[in-house]
């Protein structure tokens, strides 16, 4: 741990971490949905499953109400349930942020657990971080994960053509390719856009520029975020085992690109699991 950290430094550190069960942070956050709305406006939107959005503005002002203490909106529960399941990404994403405010709904819990095979990688580590808000550690393995470059699969077989370089920063949404294939009875070359769905930076190219891939196959490593990183320590702060400590240690050490807070928030965790390793 660096040597120049007081003790008031360290103990707000980990305060911050501890702090980390109150509000998992990855949640889809492409708009700003601040703007308060009435109960009637809620019930609208929650109901309207042809605007994702207006979905998304409703479960942000549920969990803005249950942080505020609002026990009102837990008639609403059974619909941010139902949200989890809905096929559009963004709504499973935002859906898990908000159980992951109310751990005292045991349903939540359940909820959450069934999100952890999700087909988003952004869903799935909401719903692990989420789950440690209620004492459960079964989402460990994909915290850990968030620690890793992400292998990005192609979702459709044929021709790649790369759109961004090395280092390049990409979010949710990021173009990052372009597959070119035929479709049967078709007699004009498709082209679908292949985009990131977790937020870092490029960090390898597994697949060449103008190579043939199939679907599923690996196509390009994204480095995690700073963000990601940062939720997956202080996540493991709480329940990291021995086991994931060489992902741990990895941000230990200064890093370029990395902030400092990042490997000072990596000596704690990795302090903290072993001291649990040792506990019997």
Known sequence: MPG???????????????LFV?????????????LPLTDRQIEENLADAESPRKAQHALTQISERIARGDSSVRRWYPQVIAL???????????AAWVMGQDNTHAEFREALLRMLPDANPMARHNAALALVRFGDARGRADIVSMLRPYAMPAPQGGTLAHRLKLGDAVNPGTMVARIRYKEPGKPDEQELEVRSQVPGRIERWIAQNGATVAVGEEIVL????????WEALRALYLVGQSEDLPDV???????EGIPTQIATQANLTAQKIRERSRTP
């Open 4 to 18: 120049g950290l007081g003790p008031r430094w360290k103990i707000g550190i980990i305060v911050i971490a501890v």
């Open 84 to 94: 989890a399941r809905h096929k559009n990404d963004e709504l499973r994403i935002t």
């Open 222 to 229: 994204v480095a995690p975020s700073q963000e990601m990183i």
């Open 249 to 255: 240690e990895r941000y230990t050490r200064r890093m």
């Open 22 to 34: 109150v509000m998992p942070f990855l949640f889809w956050r492409a708009a700003w949905f601040g």
